[in-house]
């Protein structure tokens, strides 16, 4: 087999966590919304997921201090909007409104469901031994929703502007209840 270097400044490429996410949080002054691919899925029972922000983001300071979000998995045809709240700061601009995005009112957090979604996460941080070190919170999922009927096409980033959709379900058995 031929195989060529693979740059390590690229290796997130191919390892990439999962769909891309837009989180709320309740905000100070508004909610707010920020565009997240760096999760994953560490515990089914309860359901926990950890998830990596950067100390510059907006949402970190929300995040730390209230200690809840949302996480709403939007549809490939939200791709526009999700790349705009990737490339734009909440600390002076409501992406909610400049973006088109509803928040709804969650049932058990502060921080508000998108409607635009496919699904949506009610979230709560559960522990923070890592948040200094690396960002990284792991929250605990408090209430799920999903849109009944929808097909799945979820948006997965690869890096600088590119980005695959992932549609096809392929069901097999499996020994996980």
Not at 37 to 46: A, D, G, H, I, L
Not at 71 to 77: I, Q, R
């Amino acid at each position: 087999m031929d195989k060529t270097i693979f740059e390590l400044a690229q290796v997130y490429q191919l390892l990439e966590p999962g769909p891309v996410l837009l989180l709320a949080t309740a905000g100070r002054r508004r909610p707010n919304v920020m565009a997240l691919s760096w999760q994953t899925m560490v515990e089914f029972e309860p359901p926990l997921v950890a998830c990596v922000l950067g100390r510059s983001d907006y949402s970190f300071e929300a995040l730390q201090r209230d200690g809840e979000c949302t996480l709403n998995v939007p549809g490939a045809e939200l791709v526009d909007t999700v790349v705009a709240c990737g490339n734009h700061s909440g600390r002076d601009l409501d992406k909610f409104a400049a973006f088109g995005l509803t928040p709804r009112p969650a049932a058990m957090v502060a921080a508000p469901l998108i409607d635009e979604c496919d699904a949506s996460l009610e979230c709560r941080v559960v522990e923070r031994d890592l948040v200094e070190r690396h960002g990284l919170f792991i929250v605990e999922v408090v209430r799920a929703w999903r849109r009944a009927g929808q097909p799945q096409r979820t948006l997965h980033h690869c890096g600088h502007g590119t980005f695959r959709i992932a549609s096809e379900t392929l069901q097999l058995p499996s020994a996980m209840r």
